[in-house]
């Protein structure tokens, strides 16, 4: 009998990767299952660390399940849109009305269908390195090509705009701006993200603002909506969610907006995709959309957690100060979102590979982190470190760190 011919996955596939949930991940559920605990600062999961979604959400979200079993407008619930078009009159970002606004499961399914609507083979999108890997991922899949402008570590983590300017090609559709960025946790000063918008204009690029993390703030630093700073005549695309500042990430509620009503005219068939694309799916996931209208609207319960007092600040406070006090590891403070990008010092650490740096700290010390290279960082001197623990939890697990780095140095 002739050897049966190996299933093999698309070739669409072979340049797509998330390694935050990639090889390392499938080490460290091996050691769950023999029964050993392993700290998974891995991914921004806010509820296995004690992050509840508010209670008033859940309350909502339960009465509304006898009339959410059936499937609803293919962009969403009408009460849940028009809660985020008035969250859009609230962040200035004008003209937004109710059909400029698109309810998915999760951003991630949201940036998928973009990219999807918006690429034929061979465009090319600028994403920022450091970013977060879903982008480039689904860029690579619309048969597009991710092209990376560096963010300068040296300036807070702010895009390089010179690096962005040579990186337009008369390919370039679009770019895509991270603000709050996860992985370094930088918030961009308005006039950053202005100088961006010139260039987008200069070249008529699409601008993808992902805002998932923008009420996560520390230190009284304020968030601008790239769409508030846009003029009509730029589309610019904006994605939001329940998933960290309301602790609902279980609940894969997230949403994309459209602005720009000039540039809008001129994108119709560019809609007309996204339509299509969204009636494909029938909808989102009608019971987390009735969490919508009460998050937006009632008591913005993340103040407490990012204030003085509140756990993601003293976390936020407890990993920057831990990182930079091990040899030869720096850490630029987050301004905002869920994580630390510290850098190791390739004089001190000269990591060849760095996804086997954190294999070998998940099999040495049970803690999983996320190597820099996977956030396509160019160089193997970064890891991602996720600060939702408890202080004291992340305390010793960053103190777990410093001793195996030390004995990391000390082998080469």
Known sequence: MDTPTPIKKSHKLHNVCYDIRGPVLDHAKRLEEEGQRVLKLNIGNPAPFGFEAPEEILQDVMRNLPTAQGYCDSKGLYSARKAIMQECQRKQI????????????????????????????????LIPAPD??????????????????????????????????????????????INPNNPTGAVYPPEVVREILEIAREHDLIVFSDEIYDK??????EHVSTGALAGDDQLVVTLNGLSKSYRCAGFRSGWMILSGQVAMQRAADFIQGINMLASMR??????????????????????????????????????????????????????????????????????????????????????????????NW?????????????????????DRFARFLERYRKGL
């Open 94 to 125: 004008p003209h937004v009305g109710i059909e400029d606004v698109y309810i998915g499961n999760g951003v991630s399914e949201l940036i998928v269908m973009a990219m999807q609507a918006l690429l034929n083979d061979g465009d090319e999108v």
């Open 132 to 177: 977060y890997p879903l982008w480039t991922a689904a860029a690579n899949l619309a048969g597009g090509r991710a092209v990376h402008y560096l963010c300068d570590e040296q300036a807070d983590w702010a895009p390089d705009l010179e690096d962005i300017r040579a990186k337009v090609t008369g390919h370039t559709r679009a770019i895509v701006i």
């Open 216 to 221: 996560i703030l520390y230190d009284g630093v």
């Open 282 to 375: 029938l909808c989102a996931n009608v019971p987390a959309q009735h969490a919508i209208q009460t998050a937006l609207g009632g008591y913005q319960s993340i103040n407490d957690l990012i204030l003085p007092g509140g756990r993601l600040l003293a976390q936020r406070d407890i990993t920057v100060e831990k990182l930079n006090a091990i040899p030869g590891v720096s850490c630029v403070k987050p301004k905002g979102a869920l994580y630390a990008f510290p850098r190791l010092d390739p004089a001190v650490y000269p990591i060849a590979d760095d996804e086997k740096l954190v294999l070998d700290l998940l099999l040495q010390e049970k803690i999983l982190l996320v190597q820099g290279t996977a956030f």
């Open 378 to 398: 160019p160089a193997p001197d970064h890891v991602r470190i996720v600060t939702l623990p408890w202080a004291d939890q992340l305390g010793d697990a960053l």
